[in-house]
T-cell receptor, first 119, second 114 residues
Framework: AQTVTQSQPEMSVQEAETVTLSCTYDTSESDYYLFWYKQPPSRQMILVIRQEAYKQQNATENRFSVNFQKAAKSFSLKISDSQLGDAAMYFCAYSPSEGSGGGADGLTFGKGTHLIIQP | DGGITQSPKYLFRKEGQNVTLSCEQNLNHDAMYWYRQDPGQGLRLIYYSQIVNDFQKGDIAEGYSVSREKKESFPLTVTSAQKNPTAFYLC?????????????FGAGTRLSVL
């Protein structure tokens, strides 16, 4: 079974600074997807960024980027120029690809990192 | 607007009572999911359905039941067999293009025991 581990229960960063959230995962598959979701106090889950394992290039979305290390099974999220609106719980998640026999079987989530933005 | 609607937002259950959480989507998505979230925990998969009239158990299906009679709807029943039902419940869906694997979530239902 796949597992996702987020070792930082809580992180704090000054506004406008850069912060990196860590995520490691365990899988025997070679093709899969990784995600970072944001859950603000409203509890609504919002997709931040998605990475396809077969792609070498790290995904980026504006101020959000990932450092995907496939061999190390590491998938960290970097938030640049942190803003007050970035304060939330951040969840790392894994999904097998359809080529691995999965793809629509649900996501496996880490326990989350609570990100605090200090003004 | 297209999206996923969960109702009610808050729900209270008495001992021995079954309660049903509603999840409706107008995104024309094939697959739908139910997750449970406890404090300090990530989301755990309860049930999922890839097509109408078919569904599979997730990691924590005991004490729950679902149905998928329509593509748009995937209600979750928390039965009296679920001894610790207090949690936040999230419904999600994904489109038929499995290459995307992106799940879209509703706003959730908070269930508490009276």
């Amino acid at each position: 079974a796949q597992t996702v581990t987020q070792s930082q229960p809580e992180m704090s960063v000054q506004e406008a600074e850069t912060v990196t959230l860590s995520c490691t995962y365990d899988t025997s598959e070679s093709d899969y997807y990784l995600f970072w979701y944001k859950q603000p106090p409203s509890r609504q889950m919002i997709l931040v960024i998605r990475q396809e394992a077969y792609k070498q290039q790290n995904a980026t979305e504006n101020r959000f980027s990932v450092n995907f290390q496939k061999a190390a099974k590491s998938f960290s999220l970097k938030i640049s120029d942190s803003q007050l609106g970035d304060a939330a719980m951040y969840f790392c998640a894994y999904s097998p690809s359809e080529g691995s026999g999965g793809g629509a079987d649900g996501l496996t989530f880490g326990k989350g990192t609570h990100l605090i933005i200090q003004p | 607007d297209g999206g996923i609607t969960q109702s009610p937002k808050y729900l209270f259950r008495k001992e021995g009572q079954n309660v049903t959480l509603s999840c409706e989507q107008n995104l024309n998505h094939d697959a739908m999911y139910w997750y449970r979230q406890d404090p300090g925990q990530g989301l755990r998969l309860i049930y999922y359905s890839q097509i109408v009239n078919d569904f599979q158990k997730g990691d924590i299906a005991e004490g729950y039941s679902v149905s998928r009679e329509k593509k748009e709807s995937f209600p979750l029943t928390v039965t009296s067999a679920q001894k610790n039902p207090t949690a936040f419940y999230l419904c999600a869906s994904t489109d038929g293009s499995l290459a995307k694997n992106i799940q879209y979530f509703g706003a959730g239902t908070r269930l508490s025991v009276l």
